[in-house]
């Protein structure tokens, strides 16, 4: 890593919601930059017994259902954050253990804006930039931008055949995941042991913590 160097990301699950990604970061992200983005040709799949979701090249994921899917459901919407520092990235990393990071093309879809604080009583999901309309066609879309991504790593079996929801996540599963919910939620232990000890786990291989 370059520790000069500012990161971008795309982020399709759990972290498009900014409480989230602040929680993971340990920072209020005021450096940061988001926007709508789509990443084609993957499917974002429900991981079983999971709240949150996987993403897989669609020619991987194909075995997993019975039909040719349309290009919205090939095709994977989430937000792109700029900004990122070294030690975001380094969090970012210990949070995702089950996936690889790797650079895709995604098409920014909207305006950036600022990652702000959504006021109380705000919908959760309010911070994320909506999307201008688009085709699916990589000619007729904006330029797309290098991000980094977490891509599934572990068993296809492991994924239902089935597509994940954000709506559904905001409603039905996120006050697990911020606020008062959130205190007893052990997918933060290891960032959270991480950031007390002052240091990072050491990488192994080209992705992989």
Same mark, same amino acid.
């Not at 900004?83 to 070294?86: A, H």
């Not at 904006?142 to 290098?146: E, F, K, N, Y």
């Given at each position: 890593m370059n520790p000069d160097r500012p990161y971008?990301? =795309? =982020?399709?699950?759990?972290?498009?919601?900014?409480?989230?990604?602040k929680r993971v970061i340990g920072n209020d992200g005021t450096h940061l930059k988001i926007c709508s983005a789509i990443l084609l040709d993957h499917t974002?799949?429900?991981?079983?017994?999971?709240?949150?979701?996987?993403?897989i090249p669609y020619s991987k994921s194909k075995s997993l259902f019975n039909r040719e899917l349309s290009p919205e459901d090939k095709s994977v919407r989430g937000s792109l954050v700029t900004?990122?520092?070294?030690s975001d990235v380094q969090l970012l990393d210990v949070f995702e253990g089950d996936y690889t990071r790797d650079l895709v093309p995604v098409h920014p879809i909207s305006p950036y804006s600022t990652l702000a604080p959504h006021?109380?009583?705000?919908?959760q999901n309010q911070s994320i930039p909506a999307a201008v309309p688009h085709t699916?066609? &990589?000619s007729t879309l904006?330029? &797309?931008?290098?991000a980094h991504t977490y891509v599934w790593c572990q068993p296809v079996q492991q994924l239902a055949?089935?597509?994940?929801? =954000?709506?559904? =996540?905001?409603?039905?599963s996120a006050w697990k995941w911020v606020g008062v919910g959130a205190s007893g939620n052990t997918e933060y232990k290891e960032v959270d042991k991480r950031r007390e000890r002052g240091g990072f786990i050491t990488r192994c291989g080209d992705h992989k913590i």
């Open positions: 971008a990301a =795309f =982020f399709y699950g759990t972290l498009m919601h900014p409480e989230i990604l974002r799949h429900q991981i079983k017994h999971a709240d949150y979701p996987a993403v900004g990122l520092s070294e006021p109380p009583g705000a919908h699916h066609s &990589p904006p330029r &797309p931008i290098l055949p089935r597509l994940w929801s =954000f709506d559904d =996540f905001v409603n039905n």
